[in-house]
T-cell receptor, first 115, second 116 residues
Framework: KQEVTQIPAALSVPEGENLVLNCSFT??????LQWFRQDPGKGLTSLLL?????REQTSGRLNASLDKSSGRSTLYIAASQPGDSATYLC??????????????FGKGITLSVRP | DARVTQTPRHKVTEMGQEVTMRCQPI?????VFWYRQTMMQGLELLAY????????DSGMPKDRFSAEMPDATLATLKIQPSEPRDSAVYFC??????????????FGEGSRLTVL
């Protein structure tokens, strides 16, 4: 059974810092990994999707990397801003034959960027 | 702009009542997921549809929960009878599953259910 872990559960940093959010998973037979952002009381917004054949994806100040062999992904946020404050979740889609394609989520890291 | 629409956004009901949550996936998406989010468990998959056919509902309590897709533009999640432990935020997500590429998932804003 795939387990996805995100540690720490919460993080507080001053504005302007570059930071790394970690995600680890137990089963390396994945199809892809997706990072989401969730604001309080809102749904999840997709940030980056990394296919299993890729090593990283970039979007603006965000860079996500994937190391399947070690079961790890990191989300790098450059020059953090107060508007980046939110909960960041990673989710792993396992590779299975047939139609089933579950996305297993970590519990998220709640980020607070102080002005 | 294209987005997943869920109704109701908030629902407060009493134990034993029937609750129906609705989801309109993004037009053209052929996969629909129902997730439940609680503080303790995080996001849990309840049901998964592809081309309107249920493919996996192993995460759903079968005795009281049911999920359907009457047509390609509507997915429903029903709880009957509801219990206080069902209180959670229920999310619907849709994606476009092309051959060999499940693609990204796009989530709705969620339906926050409180069962008293």
């Amino acid at each position: 059974k795939q387990e996805v872990t995100q540690i720490p559960a919460a993080l507080s940093v001053p504005e302007g810092e570059n930071l790394v959010l970690n995600c680890s998973f137990t089963d390396s037979a994945i199809y892809n990994l997706q990072w989401f952002r969730q604001d309080p009381g809102k749904g999840l917004t997709s940030l980056l999707l990394i296919q299993s054949s890729q090593r990283e994806q970039t979007s603006g100040r965000l860079n996500a990397s994937l190391d399947k062999s070690s079961g790890r992904s990191t989300l790098y946020i450059a020059a953090s801003q107060p508007g980046d404050s939110a909960t960041y979740l990673c989710a792993v889609r396992r590779r299975v034959a047939g139609a089933n394609s579950k996305l297993t989520f970590g519990k998220g890291i709640t980020l607070s960027v102080r002005p | 702009d294209a987005r997943v629409t869920q109704t109701p956004r908030h629902k407060v009901t009493e134990m034993g009542q029937e609750v129906t949550m609705r989801c309109q996936p993004i037009l053209g998406h052929n996969t629909v997921f129902w997730y439940r989010q609680t503080m303790m468990q995080g996001l849990e998959l309840l049901a998964y549809f592809r081309n309107r056919a249920p493919l996996d509902d192993s995460g759903m309590p079968k005795d009281r929960f049911s999920a359907e897709m009457p047509d390609a533009t509507l997915a429903t999640l029903k709880i009957q009878p509801s219990e206080p432990r069902d209180s959670a935020v229920y999310f619907c997500a849709s994606g476009s599953r092309l051959a060999g590429d499940p693609g990204e998932l796009f989530f709705g804003e969620g339906s926050r259910l409180t069962v008293l």
